[in-house]
């Protein structure tokens, strides 16, 4: 198995401008997870489906930040528009059904935001 | 508010020795408590998990203890070895439904040859 799927792997942009950051899980896997990390507040839950269906996005920071999973093998999380306080390494992370599993995790996007 | 502490400072040790990194929790109560590696410009990588019903959990050269009472978990390296150099998180799951972890910010670990 590939792994999980991060794509592009780095970003550089200009602040205001839209920025999307995509995930393939593992196959099989029915969770997924959208982490920010930064030095000084470390690893956040953005988000996590489970099914396709997002059941806790109390951790993404504004309106500014959406995610979708259009289906079981893609999802995408999108900066719009997008700051230079959203600089960070963005996490995409999947894991089985199984209440004790843990996560696997992507390469991580590291995003720049001039 | 719920709040985890790892070893703020990186942590350096001789090769051939034993490397302890501590993680602390408040406000919380844990089913379960993992811990992973991260190596620079990677994402976590599982080592191990534990239950709040257990002290103690091997694999191979790692150990984990689990004190709820302290609150506090200790990951064990022995026989430490240069390759053994990361970053370690420790991360709550409270179990049941809600599969949010809560991570910690890391301990950064060098084994010097």
Redesign the interface.
């Given at each position: 198995d590939a792994g999980?799927i991060q794509s592009p792997r780095h970003e550089v942009t200009e602040m205001g401008q839209e920025v999307t950051l995509r995930c393939k899980p593992i196959s099989g896997h029915d969770?997924l997870?959208w982490y920010r990390q930064t030095m000084m507040r470390?690893?956040?839950?953005l988000i996590?489906f489970?099914n396709n269906v997002p059941?806790?996005d109390s951790g993404m920071p504004e309106d500014r930040f959406s995610a979708k999973m259009p289906n079981a093998s893609f999802s995408t999380l999108k900066i719009q528009p997008s700051e230079p306080r959203d600089s960070a390494v963005y996490?995409c992370?999947s894991?089985f059904p199984d209440?004790?599993e843990?996560?696997?995790?992507?390469?991580?996007t590291r995003l720049l935001v001039l | 508010s719920q709040k985890i502490e790892q070893n703020s400072e990186a942590l350096n040790i001789q090769e051939g020795k034993t490397a302890t990194l501590t993680c602390n929790y408040t406000n919380y109560s844990p089913a379960?408590l993992?811990w992973y590696r991260q190596d620079p410009?990677?994402?976590?990588?599982?080592l191990l998990?534990i239950r709040e019903n257990e002290k103690e959990k091997r694999k191979e050269r790692l150990k984990v203890t689990f004190d709820t009472t302290l609150k506090q978990s200790l990951f064990h390296i022995t026989a430490s070895q240069p390759a053994d150099s990361a970053t370690y998180?420790c991360?709550l799951d409270r179990?049941?439904?809600?599969?949010?972890?809560i991570?910690?910010?890391?301990t950064s670990l060098a084994v010097n040859p």
């Open positions: 999980v969770y997870f470390g690893l956040e839950l996590y489970n059941i806790d996490f992370a894991s209440s004790q843990t996560q696997y995790f992507g390469p991580g | 379960y993992q410009g990677r994402g976590p990588v599982f998990l998180l991360a179990g049941g439904n809600n599969r949010k972890l991570w910690g910010l890391g």
